[in-house]
């Protein structure tokens, strides 16, 4: 079965907040694909098998579980793999 990898980079983090006290209650990750500073002649990179030279690639994660707020910074950089699942 095939899989597919995609490097990602957190470009920026939203923080929502709710209720009376103002109360932290998630985090919005906003991801984009991140290009190889350079390509061998046929486009091809290894941290990015979906694309040929330049990746493109959005991703938007809504977070609600509080262990996780604070984790995610802009420009921090991620392998997101695709494997099949059951």
Do not use: Q
């Not at 006290?21 to 486009?43: N, Q, R």
């Amino acid at each position: 079965m095939a899989t597919m990898r995609a490097k990602l980079r957190v470009g920026f983090v939203h923080e929502s907040f709710f209720g009376p006290e103002g109360a932290k209650s998630g985090e919005t990750l906003k991801f984009h694909a991140v290009p190889a500073p350079k390509y061998d002649p046929d486009g091809l990179d290894e941290d990015n098998t979906f694309a040929k030279f330049s990746p493109s690639a959005d991703l938007s994660i809504n977070v609600a579980n509080p262990e996780l707020f604070g984790k995610f910074k802009a420009g921090d950089t991620f392998y997101l793999d695709f494997t099949p699942a059951p």
